[in-house]
């Protein structure tokens, strides 16, 4: 059953994480897998300026309203582009997606970091013992990129990457990170902001965590039956 779970007075009085204990949801678990957009990192608004300039740029492409726009997060940027753009001409793909790296690395001024008291969250669980790895649809460069910029690279035991294996929903990425961190599916934790993320623990036998200050909310997030539904990521240590 779903529980939805208020935000940590704890945390907000400024206790430090590392004198809480870990959310009850997630004793069963030793390998806690997040996804890394709008999850771990604020950078919503980034990608979705970023995917209407691409459109803009390429120039054959239609307009799309932002909450369109925000339904690709989590997929890989091919799926993207066809689940966007589902009768373009394939021929765009690589102004598009030129166009939006561009963006999104150099010419967005639009904030993108960690969501508040996240990298406190994620050391106070890597010191409880829990194993960390992230399951993203962002590119390994891009993926490289923020850990090395937000200090977070040495907190996961794995990553998977979209251009690496399978996009989401395949079940190939968590696979291949039980593969490398040699954790069994049943104590093995994904936890995401989207249906993508839900429907990829799914799709893999395991587990699922939703959080709701992302792309999705808990209404529809619920319907994949997550073993909790929380509205902080610090609430991970309550």
Not at 31 to 57: E, H, K, P
Not at 76 to 91: H, M, N, T, V
Not at 171 to 187: A, F, H, W, Y
């Amino acid at each position: 059953m779903t529980v939805e779970l208020s935000l940590t007075s704890a945390w907000q009085a400024g206790e430090s994480p590392a004198s809480q204990p870990s959310h009850s949801a997630l004793a069963p678990y030793s390998l806690l897998i997040f996804d890394w957009d709008g999850t771990v990192m604020d950078s919503i608004g980034r990608i979705v300026s970023s995917l209407d300039a691409a459109a803009r740029l390429t120039g054959q492409l239609p307009i799309l309203p932002p909450e369109r726009l925000q339904t690709m997060i989590g997929l890989s940027l091919e799926k993207g582009y066809q689940l966007l753009y589902p009768d373009a001409d394939p021929a765009w793909y690589g102004d598009w997606i030129h166009h939006y790296r561009q963006q999104f690395v150099h010419d967005n001024p639009t904030p993108c970091q960690l969501f508040p008291g996240v990298k406190d969250t994620l050391l106070s669980l890597k010191a409880q013992g829990f194993e960390l790895a992230v399951a993203t649809g962002k590119s390994r460069a891009g993926l490289d990129r923020a850990m090395m910029e937000t200090g977070t690279q040495d907190l996961f035991a794995a990553t998977r990457c979209a251009d690496e294996t399978a996009s989401k929903p395949d079940p190939k990425m968590l696979e291949e990170v039980l593969v490398q961190t040699g954790i069994s599916r049943d104590k093995a934790l994904m936890i995401g902001d989207t249906g993508h993320d839900m429907q990829l623990a799914i799709n893999a036998g395991m587990a699922r965590l939703a959080v709701t200050w992302g792309v999705e909310e808990s209404a529809s997030l619920s319907t994949f039956e997550p073993v909790a539904v929380l509205n902080s990521l610090n609430e991970l240590v309550s």
